[in-house]
């Protein structure tokens, strides 16, 4: 099955500055790579997410890019602020209605 | 914006009593999951419905865990008996299949004891 990896588990910035968040994952039928934020306490919450039939998307500070032949693909966030502290998980599933395989998370911190 | 509903969102429980969540998807979204997420971690498929069956639980512990969706609309978790390491947020979430992202609701956060 479908496994996936995330670096780093941990991550502090500046605020301003920007934080990547990378994932790897194990099966290349994998197709849809989304992005869940979750605060603490609260529920994990869709940010963005990819599809296998483009390399990079884009929204606002966030953009996630994807490169198929290495697996892997990444998040950034540019221009960073103190709310976009949280845990952050990558996640991927293949075609059909299989469930998303999750990241172990990374918590950000964004130091004012 | 359309919501996943559980509840309790909290339950404190001692070990061997048995525990139930409960999970009331977005309506029109057929496919159901739970996750559990430990602590620190990500979360972990434990079962997937699409309308009122089972898809994959390959994950749920089967010996204490159980699932169902009668109605293919709300769906009941039970653990029975309860373990001090079942200690974790129980996610539900739901979509409409297809491929695209879930609807997580809350979460239920268990604490055995």
């Known amino acids: 099955g479908e496994n996936v990896e995330q670096h780093p588990s941990t991550l502090s910035v500046q605020e301003g500055d920007s934080a990547v968040i990378k994932c790897t994952y194990s099966?290349?039928?994998?197709?849809?790579f989304p992005w869940y934020k979750q605060e603490l306490g609260k529920r994990p919450q869709l940010i963005i997410d990819?599809?296998?039939?483009?390399g990079e998307k884009k929204d606002q500070r966030i953009a996630v890019t994807l490169n198929k032949t290495a697996k892997h693909f990444s998040l950034h966030i540019t221009e960073t602020q103190p709310e976009d502290s949280a845990v952050y998980f990558c996640?991927?599933?293949?075609?059909?209605?299989?469930?998303?395989?999750f990241g172990k998370g990374t918590r950000l911190s964004v130091i004012a | 914006e359309a919501e996943v509903a559980q509840s309790p969102r909290y339950k404190i429980t001692e070990k061997s009593q048995a525990v139930a969540f409960w999970c009331d998807p977005i309506?029109?979204?057929?496919?159901l999951y739970w996750y559990r997420q430990i602590l620190g971690q990500g979360p972990e498929l434990l079962v997937q419905f699409q309308d009122e069956s089972v898809v994959d639980d390959s994950q749920l512990p089967k010996d204490r865990f159980s699932a169902e969706r009668l109605k293919g609309v709300d769906s009941t978790l039970k653990i029975q008996p309860a373990e001090l390491g079942d200690s974790a947020m129980y996610l539900c979430a739901s979509s409409l299949g297809g491929g695209d992202g879930y609807t997580f609701g809350s979460g239920t956060r268990l604490t055995v004891v």
């Open positions: 996640a991927a599933r293949n075609s059909g209605n299989t469930p998303l395989v």
């Open positions: 099966d290349s039928a994998s197709n849809y």
């Open positions: 309506s029109g979204h057929a496919t």
């Open positions: 990819i599809r296998s039939n483009v």
